[in-house]
């Protein structure tokens, strides 16, 4: 049985109150500890340290027995998120991460068997997360971010034009689609044959 009811999460998380650090010092066993700070390693801790970020979201629409899954992901370290679903690859805007993927249900008009009148009723949204994926956020400047800006490998290009082998396939995604410029230039030439065989049924 899949349960569909409306679940909501957020774009950032803060982990800070359920780690050893920020529980209660009752549920600490009576050890004194301030907000953000260790007793014994006072500023220590810091609370930005527990900060994570929603990174990608992996949706299921169908049923228990059936149905299909895809992924929301946010790419490099802006704000610019896409939609893999399958060979297409396309722009998603991130403001419509509730309605795609907070589940619940949804009103809609049938008809009444008796009066034979379109009523209201309302059904399950059969479309929602199954799996949150989070990163954690580093502070500017952090090495763990590598170099300054964002990935230029990772931002959108407009789709360049089929070779003539991939022009005879039919059902090419048009949408936006990511650069592959970070890859070594013989990744990209076995790729590119590769998928040129596929395409033909070779």
């Known amino acids: 049985v899949k349960i569909n009811q409306r679940f909501e999460f957020p774009t950032e998380l ?3 109150p359920y780690s050893i650090h920020g529980v209660t010092p ?4 009576g050890k004194k500890v301030c907000q953000g700070e260790d007793s014994k390693n006072p500023g220590d801790v ?15 629409t169908g049923q228990a027995s059936s149905g299909h899954y895809f992924s929301y992901i946010r790419v490099g370290r802006g704000e610019t998120w896409a939609e893999f679903n399958d060979k297409m690859i396309r722009r998603f805007d991130p403001r419509l991460i ?9 009103k809609v008009m049938k008809n009444d068997i ?13 479309q929602n997360a199954y799996m949150l994926f989070y990163e954690k956020i580093y502070p500017s400047g952090h090495p763990a971010l590598g170099t300054k800006g964002p990935d230029p490998a990772l931002e959108y290009h407009p ?7 991939l022009r005879r396939a039919s059902g090419v995604e048009r949408g936006s689609v990511l650069s592959l410029n970070r890859l070594p230039t013989t990744v990209r030439e076995v790729v590119a044959l590769d998928n040129a065989s596929f395409a033909l049924g070779e």
């Open 98 to 106: 509730a309605r795609e993927t907070f589940g619940g249900t949804r």
């Open 159 to 165: 789709p360049p034009k089929h070779p003539p082998l």
């Open 114 to 126: 008796k009066t034979r009148e379109k009523v209201p009723t309302f059904t399950d949204i059969i």
């Open 26 to 29: 009752i549920e600490r066993e």
């Open 46 to 60: 810091r609370r930005e340290e527990w900060l994570y970020r929603l990174k990608g979201i992996v949706v299921h």
């Open 14 to 16: 803060d982990l800070f």
